[in-house]
């Protein structure tokens, strides 16, 4: 859940508490020279009131709320600045203009997304997936079609990747896991029942976790040992065909698989050309460009 729907949930907040909430809403990105006691006098309140409010709201104090909501405002308040996420062209568009606005929307969701994936996380998620003996992957829809390119990328560099299509069957996988396994969880909202039962699951059995999600708390990041970030302009389900969520998540694994692959780059990349030899002699092109194995 996003802090401003914390803030708008009220959940448990005194009357106190609740004038403080109203009066954050209202300042939006305004707050960034703001204090526990100037925001105490602008509401009438005491600063005790502002720390217990900042606490019930799963904060250390008002600096770590403050530094964490103008992220989470300034982000969602930065649109993209050539498409719209939800509906990138129009009835009336000619071809060449909705191709133009497609293009526009790759790269506003790539740089997006660039912004919102934290290095820090990501360098130990590399290390978790360079770690384990299998990669689990678990999501549904259309989601999958990500996760088996990825699938087909880590095969060919001799990583052990396992999906299920089948929601019952990822249940199963899910309580089975081996220590040395690990599960990377692909679910926009992060409120997925599936999802949810799977992390808790892996929990469960100590096995690392690893999700993919949309900004902002939800019940799957609280589950995951780590969370890696996704473009989150699209809307769930208004928009025209879900663009922007998909490329994003096809970015993140890719520049995850790029991680691993740079991480042992001359082992990996002979693995891959003595396994293409091998099982792909008959791939051949006419084009000197594109086939090149002399």
Known sequence: MLIKDQLREKKNMSNNEKIVANYLLKADENIEKDTVRTVAEKTYTSPSTIIRLCHKLGFTGFS??????????????????????????????????????????????????????????????????????????????????????????????????????????????????????????????GETNNSLLIAKQCRKNNIPTIAITSIGENDLTKICDETLYISTKESLYKNIGDYSIHLSVSYVLDVLYSL???????????????????????????????????
């Open 260 to 294: 691993i692959f740079q991480n042992d780059f001359e082992h990996f990349y002979e693995t891959k050309m003595n396994l293409a030899m091998s099982l792909e002699k008959d791939r051949r092109s006419s084009n000197s460009i594109i086939d090149n194995k002399k």
């Open 64 to 189: 770590d709320f403050k530094n964490k909501f103008l992220n989470e405002v300034k982000y969602f308040n930065l649109q993209f600045q050539n498409v719209d996420v939800n509906f990138p062209f129009r009835r009336e568009d000619t071809a060449r203009e909705v191709m133009s606005k497609i293009t526009d929307l790759y790269i506003e969701t790539i740089k997006d997304t660039e912004k919102v994936v934290d290095m820090r996380t990501l360098l130990r998620c590399r290390k978790i997936c360079s770690e384990s003996e299998e990669i689990h992957i678990f999501s549904y829809g259309t989601y999958l079609n990500q996760a088996y390119s990825f699938k087909e990328k880590m095969m060919k560099i001799g990583k052990k990747v396992m999906i299920s299509s089948n929601l019952n069957y990822q249940l199963y996988e899910a309580e089975i896991m081996q220590a040395g396994d690990i599960a990377i969880i692909i679910s926009y909202s």
